[in-house]
């Protein structure tokens, strides 16, 4: 697997997104985790009967203040709204970040930086100096 990664041509497409899909019941992560380990996905609870997926290609920004349906922000500001968000996603990047190794977990999070979603100078330990 290492092999074919290292030598693989990368893809036109080649990025993450975070897929959300709305659930119609309540399912404990834990179950959710269960049903998806097959495949290999990263689940996130984000919301209330809303959970991202970590997936590959054609990564698009889903910071918009309407996705943050927690009661705990409902009298809340839409800038506040908006800078809560965007503390939760960082959160949720990180976090997936920490279930990937290796070249995987250097490619998302070289990503993610060079997108603007993290930053290098904010998280060193994400990005070690390369030795010459």
């Known amino acids: 697997m290492a092999v074919a990664c290292t030598f693989s ?3 036109a497409n ?6 959300y899909l709305s659930l119609h019941r309540r399912l404990h992560i834990g179950q959710l985790r269960s049903r998806l380990r097959q495949p290999n996905i ?11 997926l970590l997936t590959h290609n054609d990564y698009e920004v889903e910071l918009r203040p309407s996705n943050l349906r927690e009661p705990d922000y409902s009298d809340w500001d839409e800038a506040n709204r ?3 968000e965007r503390g939760l996603f960082t959160c949720h990047i990180l976090h997936a970040l920490d279930y ?9 999070a070289n990503f993610f930086a060079n997108n603007g979603y993290i930053d290098r100078s904010e998280f ?9």
Not at 42 to 52: E, G, Q, R
């Open 9 to 11: 041509v990368r893809s």
């Open 14 to 19: 080649h990025g993450y997104k975070f897929l």
């Open 42 to 52: 990263n689940i996130h609870h984000s919301d209330c009967y809303l959970i991202a």
């Open 82 to 84: 908006t800078c809560a």
């Open 100 to 108: 990937l190794k290796g070249s995987v977990k250097q490619s998302v």
């Open 124 to 132: 060193p330990e994400l990005f070690p100096l390369k030795k010459i």
